[in-house]
C-alpha cells in the first residue's frame, strides 16, 4: 500500500521547492520546515515500504513516456536501503539547516533548492531506466551548482560553483556517451520486448547484457565510470569536491554524505552486471578507486581548513567505495554489499563530522584549525558527537566504519590473492592515513591550548539534536546491521535475470583453483550463502575442492584494527596535549619538500588552474575566438555587406517618378506578349 | 456597314496615343486624358464586336466600364488636387517623394 505512493517520495520535496520557491519570504525561517516535513514524509514512506517489501520483494512501477521510452519507479534492496539513508540523512541535515541558516536573508531560497536537490537524489535512487537516471543525475548537478554558489556575491563561492558545474559535466558527457552507446547496441539487438518492457530499463539491461559485444561492454563501462568519476570526485575530476565548501555548511554534508557524491558509487553499483561483464570495467573502477583514496588522503593530511579536511576525506572514503565495487572482480555481488554498505555508513558519520564543523563554525567563526584549539571545553555535545564520527571515520573497532571500511580492504586481499595486490596496498596505506589526519583534525581543533579570541558557546538545540542522532547511528550502524545487511543487498540481482557466471565469463572473471575457496571462506564468516555461485563465473566442479585454503590470515583480519589505532596513536603523538612527543613543525620543516607538494595539493591548483586552464584552455580558447570572429562571423559579415551594397545599387530602381514605372510595365507586357507568341509559334503553349 | 477592321484600327490608334502620352507627358492633367483615351479605346472595342456579332454584352460591359472610368477620373482628379495643395505644381516629375 505504501508503495502506491512511491512516487510522493519524491513529488513531496518537488512541491516544497516550489511553495519555498514562491511563497517562502512569508513563512517563518524562509519555509525550511516544509522542506523538512517533505524528506521526513519521504522517510516514511521508504520506511513503509522497506516494512511491505522486506526481505524479499521489489516494487515495479512504470508507464510509457514516448518512443521506446518509459518513466518508472524501480525500487529494489539497493534502491530501497540508499532510499532510506538519503531521506534519513538528509532529514537531519534539513532540521539541522533552519537553525544554520536561519537569519540569512536568502533562507527561502536556499530551503527550495535544497528540497530541489533531495528531490533529484532521491529520483535518481529509484529512477527505473537509465535515461530518468540520467536526467535527475543532471538536475543533482544543477542544484550542486545552484547551493554551492548559494552565496554568489563572493567571487569565490562563484567560482566553486562553476568549476563543480564543468568539472561534473566532463563526466556527464562521459556518461550520456555510455548511455547512447548501451542504447545503440541494445537497440542493434532487435530485442522481442514484452509488453511493458522498454530498452534502458535496468531489468532490460541486465537480462541482455550478455548479448553485447565485449568490446562495446568496456566502452559502454569506461563511459559510465567516467560519469561516476565525476559526480564521485574520483581521480582526476575531483577537483571540485574540496572547493564546494564554498557553500554553506549545511550543503557540504548534503553533497559529501547523501545527496550528490554517492550517486556516482549507486550508478557503479545499479550498473555492476554491466561492469562485470565489461572486461577491465571493474579494474578501471578499482584503479580509480583505490587511487583516489590514497592520493586525496595524504591532502587531507596538510589541510588547515576543516572543512578542506572533511572534503579529502570524503573524496578517500569515495575512493574506498569504488575499490569496493572494483574488487567485485575477485567477489562478484558481494562487493555490492560492501561498498554500499560503507557508503551509507559513511554518510552517517561524514554528516555527523560536517554538522558538527558547522556548529564550530558556527560558534568560532572560521574555518582555519590554526585558529582553533581547546573547542572541547564550550562544546561539549559538538565534541563528543565528532569524536564518535572520528572514530567511526578512523575505523576503530566497534564502530560504524570499522566494520564497513574494513571489510572493504578485507576483499580488497581476496581481490589481491586473485589477481592484483597493489589495490590492497593502497588501501591500507589510505586507512593508515585516514586515522592519522581525522584525529589531526580532531585533536586540533577540540583539545590543547585556544589559540585565537573565538565565540564561546554551544550551538542551539535545533543542531545539536541532529548531531546526537547522527552520532548514535555512526556509533551502532555498523554493528547492528552489518550482517542483514550484507545478505539484503547480496540478494539484490537475484530479482533480475542475471546469470552471473555468463557475464563472468564475458569479462574475463574465470578464476581456476583461486575463485572458489574464497567464496566459500567468505561465506563462512558473513553468512552470505550467495557468493560463491554469484561471484565467480567458474563451473561449480571447482567449489567442490577449494575447501584447504583458508580466505584470509588472522594477521589479514586484525591489520585494520592495528592501522586505525596506530594511526589514532600518531596523530596523538603529533597533536595531543598530553601524549604530545612531537612537534609536527619540527619533523618537517617548511622548506621540506614533501610537505610542500602535500601542502599544495599536489600543485593540482598550478597545474589544472594555472598551467592547464590558463595556458592551454585559454590558449585554445583565444584561437577558437580569432576562428570565429575571422572565419564564421567574417564569411557571414563578407556576405552581409555584400548584400547591402547590392541593395544600395538595386534600389535606384525606385525613382518615384509614375512614368517610369509605366514605362517599365509597358515594356513588362511586349516582352511577356513577345515571349508567349513565340512560344506559341513554336508550339510549346 | 463600315468594315469591322476600321473599328479595330480606330481602337488601336487612340490606345497607342494614350499608351504614348502616358509614358512621355509629366502634367497629372494630361496623364489623366491619356488614360482615359486608353478605356475609351477598349470600350470601341467593346461595343464593335458587340454590333458584328449580334450579342449585347459587349454594350452593357462598355456602359460599366464608362461608369468605372467615370469614378476613376473623379477619385484621380481629387488627387491631383490634393497633390497639388500640397506642392503647389501637378508636374509629376517633382512629385517623386516615394523614391529610394
Redesign the interface.
Known amino acids: 500500500m505504501y508503495a502506491d505512493y512511491a512516487y510522493l517520495i519524491v513529488a513531496l520535496p518537488v512541491l516544497a521547492f516550489l511553495l519555498c520557491l514562491f511563497v517562502g519570504w512569508h513563512l517563518p525561517r524562509g519555509g525550511g520546515f516544509l522542506t523538512v516535513l517533505a524528506t521526513f514524509a519521504g522517510l516514511v514512506l521508504s520506511l513503509g515500504i522497506f516494512s511491505e517489501i522486506y526481505p524479499s520483494g521489489i516494487v515495479h512501477q512504470s508507464m510509457p513516456w514516448f518512443a521506446n521510452f518509459n518513466v518508472g519507479i524501480l525500487i529494489d534492496p539497493l534502491a530501497l536501503v540508499m532510499l532510506l539513508m538519503v531521506t534519513f540523512v538528509v532529514t537531519l541535515i534539513h532540521t539541522y539547516a533552519n537553525g544554520y541558516m536561519n537569519g540569512d536573508p536568502g533562507a527561502a531560497r536556499y530551503f527550495a533548492e535544497a528540497a530541489l536537490f533531495t528531490a533529484s537524489m532521491l529520483g535518481l535512487i529509484y529512477a527505473d531506466n537509465l535515461l530518468q537516471l540520467f536526467i535527475f543525475w543532471e538536475l543533482v548537478g544543477l542544484c550542486s551548482y545552484l547551493l554551492i554558489g548559494f552565496w554568489y556575491r563572493k567571487p569565490s563561492a562563484a567560482a566553486a560553483a562553476k568549476k563543480a558545474f564543468l568539472t561534473t559535466r566532463v563526466g556527464d558527457v562521459l556518461f550520456l556517451a555510455g548511455i547512447i552507446l548501451l542504447y545503440n547496441n541494445l537497440a542493434a539487438l532487435n530485442l522481442d520486448l514484452k509488453a511493458g518492457e522498454y530498452l534502458l530499463q535496468f531489468p532490460v539491461i541486465y537480462a541482455h547484457v550478455a548479448q553485447i559485444p565485449a568490446d562495446q561492454l568496456t566502452l559502454i563501462a569506461l563511459g559510465l565510470l567516467g560519469g561516476a568519476v565525476g559526480k564521485s570526485g574520483q581521480f582526476p575530476l575531483h577537483v571540485w569536491l574540496p572547493d564546494a565548501m564554498e557553500g554553506p555548511t549545511t550543503v557540504s554534508a548534503m553533497i559529501h554524505a547523501a545527496t550528490m557524491v554517492t550517486a556516482g558509487v549507486y550508478l557503479v553499483a545499479r550498473m555492476f552486471p554491466l561492469f562485470y561483464a565489461a572486461p577491465y570495467g571493474l579494474t578501471a573502477v578499482a584503479a580509480v578507486g583505490a587511487f583516489t583514496a590514497l592520493f586525496a588522503a595524504t591532502m587531507g593530511l596538510t589541510a588547515f581548513d576543516i572543512k578542506r579536511v572533511l572534503a579529502f576525506s570524503t573524496v578517500s572514503q569515495l575512493g574506498f567505495m569504488m575499490a569496493g565495487l572494483g574488487v567485485g572482480a575477485a567477489v562478484g555481488t558481494f562487493a555490492v554489499g560492501v561498498s554500499i554498505f560503507h557508503l551509507i555508513g559513511h554518510s552517517f558519520f561524514k554528516a555527523l563530522l560536517f554538522l558538527g564543523a558547522g556548529s564550530v563554525i558556527h560558534a568560532v567563526n572560521t574555518n582555519d584549525m590554526r585558529e582553533m584549539g581547546g573547542v572541547g571545553k564550550y562544546m561539549k555535545w559538538t565534541m563528543y558527537t565528532m569524536l564518535i564520527g572520528s572514530l567511526s571515520l578512523a575505523g576503530f573497532p566497534l564502530f560504524t566504519g570499522f566494520f564497513s571500511k574494513d571489510e572493504i580492504i578485507v576483499i580488497a586481499y581476496e581481490y589481491g590473492v586473485l589477481i592484483n595486490f597493489l589495490p590492497y596496498i593502497m588501501l591500507v596505506l589510505a586507512a593508515i592515513l585516514t586515522a592519522i589526519y581525522t584525529f589531526r583534525m580532531w585533536f586540533s581543533v577540540f583539545t590543547g591550548k585556544e589559540r585565537s579570541d573565538y565565540g564561546k558557546h554551544e550551538s542551539p538545540m535545533v543542531m545539536v539534536g541532529p548531531l546526537v542522532i547522527l552520532a548514535v547511528f555512526a556509533f551502532g550502524f555498523g554493528f547492528a546491521a552489518q550482517e542483514d545487511f550484507y545478505s539484503y543487498l547480496d540478494s539484490n540481482f537475484e530479482h533480475y535475470d542475471v546469470d552471473f557466471a555468463q557475464l563472468g565469463m564475458i569479462g574475463g572473471h574465470v578464476l581456476e583453483g583461486h575463485g572458489a575457496p574464497e567464496g566459500a571462506a567468505l561465506e563462512e564468516e558473513q553468512g552470505a550463502p550467495e557468493i560463491a555461485e554469484s561471484g565467480h563465473g567458474e563451473a561449480g566442479d571447482a567449489e567442490e575442492g577449494g575447501e584447504g585454503e583458508a580466505g584470509e590470515p588472522w594477521y589479514i583480519q586484525i591489520l585494520p584494527i592495528i592501522v586505525a589505532i596506530g594511526g589514532i596513536l600518531t596523530a596523538g603523538l603529533f597533536y595531543f596535549d598530553k601524549i604530545k612527543k612531537f612537534d609536527p613543525s619540527q619533523v618537517t620543516g617548511d622548506t621540506d619538500p614533501i610537505r610542500k607538494l602535500l601542502l599544495k595539493g599536489y600543485y593540482q591548483h598550478e597545474i589544472l588552474t594555472g598551467w592547464f586552464a590558463e595556458t592551454v584552455v585559454y590558449g585554445t580558447a583565444l584561437i577558437c575566438n580569432m576562428i570565429d570572429i575571422k572565419l564564421v562571423d567574417g564569411w557571414l559579415n563578407w556576405l552581409s555587406a555584400w548584400v547591402m551594397g547590392f541593395a544600395q545599387n538595386i534600389?535606384?530602381?525606385?525613382?518615384?517618378?509614375?512614368?517610369n514605372y509605366?514605362?517599365a510595365l509597358?515594356l513588362g507586357v511586349v516582352v511577356l506578349v513577345v515571349v508567349i507568341t513565340l512560344a506559341m509559334e513554336v508550339g510549346l503553349a | 456597314m463600315i468594315p469591322l477592321e476600321l473599328y479595330i484600327l480606330l481602337a488601336s490608334t487612340m490606345f497607342t496615343i494614350g499608351l504614348y502620352g502616358l509614358v512621355t507627358q509629366k502634367n497629372g492633367v494630361k496623364l489623366m486624358m491619356c488614360i482615359e483615351l486608353l478605356l475609351n479605346s477598349a470600350n470601341i472595342n467593346l461595343v464593335a464586336f458587340s454590333a458584328y456579332q449580334p450579342n449585347v454584352n459587349g454594350q452593357v460591359f462598355a456602359l460599366f466600364s464608362i461608369a468605372l472610368a467615370a469614378a476613376e477620373a473623379g477619385v484621380g482628379f481629387a488627387i491631383l488636387i490634393a497633390l497639388y495643395r500640397l506642392y503647389g505644381t501637378i508636374d509629376l516629375n517633382d512629385i517623386n517623394a516615394m523614391r529610394w
Open positions: 534600389r535606384k530602381v525606385q525613382t518615384g517618378v509614375v512614368q509605366v514605362t509597358v
